[in-house]
């Protein structure tokens, strides 16, 4: 006899993986069901979960009780008895009747995709700002489905002292859940305000900020660490890591930016999880230049790209300037290499080649800090000088008279918003016509 769920929560978990393709998920440009599920096999091993089987079907809608169909239902369970698995993966979002259901059919754990991830950015959270924000989307993931979570749900609270007369151990639970997320929403605001000073300080003192985004394992944390000899947690696996690290890095012509490795981006990311990061994933909104880096040796690069796309658009972060970086191209073929382009700007490169890293190096350098201006100012405008100063790179300067000639490499984007104030101490033609065009000189 197979042990009930109540007995199996403290092994290890065996699964059967499940898979429903349907028409309007195939219409899905980032959509393809085989890599999906392949994903999910990793994401389950990745958690710690012994992958026994798998299980596709084609069906034209989603079954309102079951989920998959009847019939698949019961193909479903005799492969569970067959491999005596105490757990059942589905590849899409379940509802919480759909779990009480198939808990109740199948006598074993039930598991969707967005609670394996919720699971796996739990194991690695390590910071405070991690732990808030992951518990803050698992609980906001249960609170619609508690009615479904039958003998998976782990009560959060009740007893004596409560609940109130009449109030069922239910309802004490999404009480004691709403407050708790309240709580943890406090506590995340908290850690916005703190993250959200360091990023103003950044921003009064002239330094740029530079985010590394991409699919998960394409190699970001890799990149942060050869870049700058940051002491990071590196590993070929989906979240190897979670909480994000931001490092100083000195471009070539000296300049120092701040470099940040952002959490990976994955198909169907959770809405709930995408919600309880948008202050980590604000590092992205909030840089001057976004480096994608991307898998060049995976089959499926194009679609990661178009779901790593998708979620800067979600964010607000997608007219951010880009820079695509196609990584690992030491595991690709000469052909292949030469194939990787896209419309953008973009590096060819492996993140353990010193020549690439230097690539990378020159090309933010190039992106950031734009051309090269010759500006004439008087000695007395201290906040004139101080302005180039902070707006861009002075690569020489010598005083001529009562003046100061300064020859500038500039920050595109600041210049953009101050270069009026400047426009009228240019001496090289260009500078002085964009002054003009503002209508300031």
């Not at 199948?106 to 992951?134: H, M, S």
Request: proline share 2%; with cysteine.
């Amino acid at each position: 006899m197979k042990p009930t769920t109540h007995a199996i929560e403290h092994e290890q978990p065996r699964a059967v993986l499940m898979s429903l393709v349907t028409p309007q998920q195939k219409k899905q440009e980032a959509y393809d069901a085989e890599y999906s599920l392949s994903e999910l096999v990793s994401l389950a091993e990745t958690a710690g979960v012994e992958v026994l089987a798998t299980m596709t079907q084609n069906k034209e809608s989603i079954d309102s009780k079951w989920f998959v169909g009847k019939g698949k239902a019961e193909e479903l369970r005799l492969l569970i008895d067959e491999h005596q698995a105490n757990t059942a993966i589905f590849d899409q979002e379940l509802s919480g009747a759909q779990v009480r259901n198939l808990e109740q059919f199948l006598d074993v754990k039930i598991i969707d995709r967005t609670q394996l991830i919720l699971d796996i950015f739990a194991q690695r959270a390590k910071t405070r700002e991690g732990i808030i924000q992951v518990e803050l989307a698992q609980l906001s993931y249960l609170l619609p489905r508690l009615s479904g979570q039958g003998s998976n749900l782990s009560r959060l609270g009740g007893g004596i002292g409560t609940r109130g007369p009449g109030e069922s151990k239910l309802e004490t639970d999404r009480r004691h859940i709403r407050d708790r997320i309240s709580e943890l929403k406090r506590q995340l605001q908290e850690v916005v305000k703190h993250r959200t000073l360091h990023r103003e300080r950044r921003k009064k003192t002239g330094v740029f900020q530079v985010a590394l985004v991409g699919y998960t394992n394409a190699g970001k944390s890799t990149l942060l660490r050869q870049l700058t000899h940051a002491d990071v947690y590196v590993e070929n696996q989906l979240f190897a890591t979670l909480d994000p690290t931001s490092r100083n890095l000195e471009l070539p012509g000296g300049k120092e930016i701040v470099l940040t490795d952002t959490v990976g981006f994955i198909q169907n990311l959770p809405h709930d999880l995408v919600a309880a990061f948008r202050a980590t994933l604000e590092e992205a909104c909030e840089a001057d230049l976004i480096l994608h880096v991307v898998d060049s040796s995976s089959e499926m690069m194009s679609t990661q790209m178009i779901v790593v796309e998708q979620v800067l658009q979600e964010l607000g972060a997608h007219q951010t300037e880009q820079i695509t970086l196609f990584n690992k191209i030491d595991q690709c073929s000469p052909e292949q290499t030469e194939m990787l382009t896209t419309d953008g700007e973009f590096l060819r490169i492996s993140a353990y080649r010193q020549d690439d890293l230097e690539k990378v190096c020159g090309a933010i350098e190039s992106k950031l800090m734009g051309d090269c201006k010759t500006f004439r100012i008087p000695a007395d405008k201290g906040d004139v000088i101080s302005l180039v100063y902070r707006v861009g790179e002075v690569l020489d300067n010598e005083v001529e008279g009562s003046d100061m000639l300064f020859q500038v490499r500039l920050n595109n984007k600041e210049y953009g918003k101050l270069g009026y104030l400047l426009a009228a101490y240019a001496t090289d033609a260009q500078a002085h016509q964009e002054g003009e065009s503002t209508g300031h000189v």
